[in-house]
């Protein structure tokens, strides 16, 4: 175990904050480390294994594609991604073209440039707290200084409003705005869901000034919320989608869904070389199927209620305030959370954080709720007494 950890130590990047513990195996929402202990899986790959780990179908599909055809590019047609970009391209109404990437910050560096492309107009809109990736455009639509200030300039014309406040969009989007970009539910600024009135009157907004409305539902998406996506809670159609993380069952994949509004897409004025690839289109395809057969988004309207009312039963001073949606949870404290973050790795739970103080829950959706039950437990135990920062 040692000899892993230092030859990971020797050539890292040093770009991560490392756990000493060594994971080799997953199934369900359980994790093994090398030595055999088990965890239950919170952080879920910041969200991606919605489905669990080692979903045998998504397994099955990979394996199957790897022996067939692994990459091809866009220029040719593919049985796997024909068949990906149907199903894709029917899950929101409207939404019926596809661009495939291979990463949340690609999906929504492709959204900012069809917004400029597709209006002519350069400025965007977006909202503080917000995350949208580490990539310079769509680092340029995050918000908070830690990601970005070591590498301004950023893209000029982004502009970042208050989250949830109609006003404050309705005074900040002109005839020079080219897109207004959200997340429908705020994951790594805190965990804040976007009021349906807040996303109703973006859509408003945008459609009388001709801005398009880009949704980002890269942490959101694919039943975690308990609906597919968490925008259909409002009962709004964005004009672009953007989604990765669970879309492929585990492997990289980004997608932006895109609506009529949104024009000048022609060949080469943007692209990717291994978006849309036959292997990751195979995993999506049965990614997708297994969300709708274990009806995955009721699972997590379910297990999210039972979850939050549990933990909202934890009577602790610690605790500010629960938020969320589904089975994406915040722990907001009123101090910092990494030691107690570190008191429910101790446990055998592997939760995140969100900004500062807020514990952060993103477990598989396959979570039982024996599972459940252990975490809201664990939670009682390591809420129930001040532990030091140190
Ligand atoms: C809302 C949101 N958008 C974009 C991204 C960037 O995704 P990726 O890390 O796949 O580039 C993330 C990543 O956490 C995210 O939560």
Redesign the pocket.
Known sequence: MLDIIQAEDRHTSGLYTKQPLVIVRGQGASLWDINGREYLDCNSG??VANLGHAHPKVAAAIAAQAATLITLFESFYNDKRAALMEKVGGLVPGLDRVFFCN??????EAAIKFGRLSTGRTEILAAKRA????TLG?LSATFNKKYREAFEPLVPGFQHVSYNDIPALEAAVTERTAAVIL?ALQ??GGVYPADPAYLQAARRICSERGALLIL?????GFCRTGKLFAFQYSGITPDLL?V??SLAGGLPM?AVLIGPAVQNLTPGVHGSTFGGNPLACAAALAALQVMEEEKLADQAAAKGDYLMKKIQGISSPLVREVRGLGLMVGIELRQKAAPYLAALQDQGILALNAGITVIRLLPPLVITYEQLDHLAATLAEVLSKEIKDE
């Open positions: 910041h969200g990463s949340g910050t690609e999906a929504v995350f949208h990736g580490r769509a997340e994951g790594e980002d539902e890269v942490q959101s953007c990765a993380k980004g």
